[in-house]
C-alpha cells in the first residue's frame, strides 16, 4: 500500500513537493490543520519563507502538534523547511521546532548568489541541486549524517528518522531524496 504523506501547505513550493512525492510511489496529501497532520505517516516542509511560515505556523496552532509529530514520525525539510527543523537558526535568528541538531544560517550564499544549478555527488551518483537563497548548514550534531556536501559545506543531512536538504530535488524529475525520505516511513 502506498504511504500517505503529508506537505505543509501553509506557504512556499508545497504542490511540486507534492508532485515529486507521487513521483516517487506515495499519497500525497496537503496539510493545514493538526486534525490534516493527524492522518499522515510522515510530513514534508517545503521551501518558502521560513519567517512567513513560522508566522502561519502559529496562526494554524500547528506549532506543538508539528513538534510531538517530529518526537515520533519522519519529517523532510527542504530549505526554508531544513530552517524550521534546526535546532540553532541565525542571520537573524529566529524561533525553530529545534528536531534536528544542526546550525543554520540563512540566506548563508549571500544576495548575489540568490540561486544557482549545480551538480553535487552523492554515494548513488551525481545529482543535480537547485538553490534559491538557501542557507548553509553551518554545525551539524554528532548523530547527524552528512550525505551530500557543496563547496564543503553539508546539503543533505540525516539525524535518525529526519532528513534537510539545503537544496530544492522537488524541482527536478529525479526522485531520490524523496524517495530516501519515504525510506525513513516505517
Ligand atoms: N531564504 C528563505 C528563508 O530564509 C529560504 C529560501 C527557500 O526556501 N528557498 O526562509
Same mark, same amino acid.
Given at each position: ?27 500525497a496529501v ?28 502559529? =496562526? =494554524? ?14 519529517i523532510y525539510?527542504?530549505?526554508a523547511g ?105
Amino acid at each position: 500500500m502506498a504511504k500517505r504523506v503529508g506537505v505543509l501547505a501553509l506557504q512556499g513550493d508545497f504542490e511540486a513537493h507534492q508532485k515529486a512525492l507521487q513521483r516517487a510511489g506515495a499519497e500525497a496529501v496537503q496539510v493545514r490543520t493538526p486534525d490534516e497532520l493527524n492522518q499522515v505517516q510522515g510530513l514534508v516542509i517545503p521551501g518558502g519563507e521560513s519567517t512567513t511560515m513560522l508566522r502561519l505556523l502559529h =496562526a =494554524a496552532n500547528l506549532m506543538q502538534p508539528l513538534k510531538e509529530f517530529g518526537e515520533t514520525k519522519p519529517i523532510y525539510g527542504s530549505c526554508a523547511g531544513a530552517i524550521l527543523l534546526a535546532t540553532d537558526v541565525i542571520n537573524p535568528s529566529q524561533e525553530s521546532l529545534k528536531l534536528m541538531d544542526i546550525g543554520v544560517q540563512r540566506n548563508g550564499y549571500g544576495r548575489q548568489l540568490d540561486s544557482r544549478v549545480v551538480q553535487i555527488p552523492t554515494d548513488s551518483g551525481d545529482m543535480e541541486a537547485v538553490f534559491i537563497r538557501a542557507p548553509i548548514i553551518l554545525r551539524v550534531g554528532k548523530d547527524a549524517k552528512v550525505l551530500a556536501s557543496y563547496n564543503g559545506d553539508p546539503v543533505l543531512v540525516e539525524e535518525g528518522r529526519h532528513l534537510v536538504s539545503t537544496f530544492h530535488p522537488e524541482l527536478t524529475n529525479d526522485t531520490r531524496v524523496h524517495q530516501m525520505f519515504l525510506d525513513k516511513i516505517a
